[in-house]
């Protein structure tokens, strides 16, 4: 039995890739434990598996061997427990900020009382109050990703699955989103794992940074951050972890 909310225990995973008419092994023996309220950043070549391996902990996707685990239960599917934030916000256009931030209260039979109470909750803490009405053609990106987000945190889950959530972002507005979710995570402390090509973002966020290898993707290193928040990029501590960071992907790149 594990003590960590999040066990990922030996997960492998490989596609048919029809173009090459073989297998292709994407992860291979992938370990690693979350414990609760903890804030973790997975970093690695592009193609390693970094996104895949997030699918098959939301249950979006199941591993070839091996299996991930929230508080020793076998993910089988997707679940409340599980908040899932992407980089192209998957907004219904049709939906205002309220309505997009209730749906999951809805699906899971909450009382229309408790939902409307639960989205001004989130709205309010994501900064949008006063913006409930929007629909998304009338927001801008970093709006769009703060409703994902809310909408993300009304099922209250007990993990924040975030998969480059603000890459398509201009670099103030990608800034401010940091901070945010900072802020965010420090209100609520739930943990995060959070997928990002970008060093400098991982150091800035993470109690952690996982290293990936060249795919198929396996543990190359976990880096602890031990820099106190909030994080100065130009730091001599930081530049020294990015840098370090930095080259150990690199190094990957460079076998490919």
């Known amino acids: 039995m594990s003590t960590a909310k999040l066990l990922i225990e030996n997960v492998s995973k490989s596609f048919y890739d029809r173009k090459r ?24 070549p592009s193609g390693c598996g970094k996104t895949t391996l997030l699918k098959i902990v939301a249950g979006l996707e199941t591993a070839s061997n091996g299996a991930a685990y929230i508080d020793d239960k076998k993910v089988t599917a997707p679940g409340p427990e599980r908040g899932l934030v992407f980089q192209d916000f998957a907004l219904f256009p049709w939906r205002n900020v309220k309505d997009n931030v209730i749906f999951g209260p809805e699906v899971l039979k909450v009382s229309p009382k408790e939902r409307l109470r639960t989205a001004g909750e989130y709205i309010k803490l994501v900064g949008l109050s006063g913006n409930e009405h929007k629909y998304p053609g009338e927001l801008s990106g970093g709006m769009k990703q703060r409703v994902a987000i809310a909408r993300a945190l009304a099922n209250k889950p007990e993990i924040l699955l975030m998969d480059e959530p603000f890459g398509s972002l201009d670099a103030q507005t990608r800034y401010l989103m940091q901070n945010e979710l900072l802020h965010i995570w420090n209100q609520d402390r739930k943990a995060i794992v959070f997928v990002t090509h970008s060093v ?25 951050v031990g820099l106190t928040y909030p994080r100065h990029i130009a730091d001599h501590g930081f530049i020294t972890l990015r840098e370090k960071i930095t080259s150990s992907i690199v190094e990957e790149v460079k076998i490919i």
Do not use: H
């Not at 023996?29 to 997975?42: D, K, P, R, Y």
């Open 21 to 44: 008419s073989r297998e292709v092994e994407v992860l291979r023996n992938f370990t690693l434990e979350v414990s609760a309220g903890e804030f973790v950043c997975l970093v690695g």
């Open 200 to 224: 400098e973002e991982a150091v800035y966020l993470a109690e952690r940074v996982i290293i990936m290898t060249a795919c198929p993707g396996s543990i190359k290193q976990v880096v602890n």
